[in-house]
């Protein structure tokens, strides 16, 4: 089994930064792609953010020029730099890793709020 543990939401101000962190413990084996998720309430789950094991990322278009997703394979790690948040930002975050199709291991979330 692999457990993602995602930490470091909380309040953020319009305009300011936040920074999540996950950790991935259990049979990880690379190589797996990590993931951040969000869902507001009332709206779908969707993808933020996404790397490779090679650090290739992508970007949901909504964050792009905003958001930095990075790893640590070492200690089977992703962070998310927030910057310039707005309040739309705000929802519950989940980290993701995935082995392979069909394959992909959830955190609890870490809920994010953007507000003044």
């Known amino acids: 089994q692999v457990q993602p543990v995602e930490s470091g939401g909380g309040l953020g101000q319009p305009g300011g930064s936040l920074r999540l962190s996950c950790a991935a413990s259990?049979?990880?084996?690379?190589?797996?792609?990590m993931r951040w998720y969000r869902q507001a309430p009332g709206k779908q789950r969707e993808l933020v953010a996404a790397?490779?094991?090679?650090?290739?990322?992508n970007y949901a278009d909504s964050v792009k020029g905003r958001y930095t997703i990075s790893r640590d394979n070492a200690k089977n790690t992703v962070l998310l730099q927030m910057n310039f948040l707005k309040p739309e930002d705000t929802a519950v975050y989940y980290c993701?890793?995935?082995?392979?199709?069909?394959?992909?291991?959830w955190g609890q979330g870490t809920q994010v709020t953007v507000s003044s």
């Open positions: 993701s890793l995935q082995r392979g199709p069909g394959d992909e291991y």
């Open positions: 259990g049979s990880i084996f690379s190589p797996y792609v």
């Open positions: 790397i490779s094991s090679g650090g290739k990322t």
